[in-house]
């Protein structure tokens, strides 16, 4: 997680001058610490550094309560609009029928076009292990029937007693 940046409110700000914004949002020039912090008081708000880069800082006249509720929820829909994007598994057997592999192969796309990554394994049981072409043919034929709407990242490598390899969405 980002670190936040802190924020200094009334008698935190230490530079001497500062370019001053009162609280209808006009600028009322460069003033002393001591003015913009009466100016401030007197209004019944708080005087808050926006810009403490600048040359001199920005300082504002607003309330610092309602200031941090904004920025909280300004964070907060910027985490909904993110993309969460899930690694879904489907997990096939080498001897598969084909209506299985169809209503797998059907769950597969769907997860594609839900925008997730799909992690395609073929398990391997007791002496199937020793036919480790047909499960690669068959994580050929996956990819072959996904190949409009996914793209493949990794190839078909063993795992143990799993040959996987891991789909993304176009």
């Keep these: 997680m980002a670190k936040q940046q802190r924020v200094r409110v009334n008698n935190m700000i230490k530079s001497?001058?500062?370019?001053?914004?009162n609280a209808e949002g006009e600028q009322a020039g460069i003033v002393s610490i001591e003015d913009a912090n009466r100016l401030a008081?007197?209004?019944?708000l708080d005087l808050v550094e926006v810009a403490p880069n600048a040359d001199p800082p920005v300082c504002r006249v607003m309330d610092y309560g309602k200031y941090?509720?904004?920025?909280?929820?300004?964070?907060?829909?910027?985490?909904?609009?993110?993309?969460?994007?899930?690694?879904?598994?489907?997990?096939?057997?080498?001897?598969?029928?084909?209506?299985?592999f169809n209503f797998k192969m059907?769950?597969?796309?769907?997860?594609?076009?839900e925008h997730n990554r799909v992690k395609v394994s073929v398990q391997f049981r007791g002496r199937e292990i020793a036919y480790k072409d047909s499960g690669r043919q068959l994580l050929e034929r996956v990819a072959q029937e996904a190949e409009d709407l996914a793209v493949v990242v990794a190839?078909?490598?063993?795992?143990?007693?799993?040959?996987?390899?891991?789909?993304?969405?176009?």
């Design 41 to 44: 008081h007197d209004a019944g």
């Design 106 to 113: 059907r769950k597969v796309l769907t997860f594609l076009e």
């Design 16 to 21: 001497p001058m500062v370019r001053l914004i």
């Design 68 to 100: 941090k509720y904004q920025q909280a929820k300004k964070a907060q829909e910027g985490k909904k609009k993110q993309a969460q994007t899930q690694v879904k598994e489907m997990k096939f057997r080498p001897k598969i029928a084909d209506h299985d």
């Design 155 to 170: 190839m078909p490598k063993m795992e143990g007693r799993f040959m996987t390899m891991v789909l993304a969405p176009r």
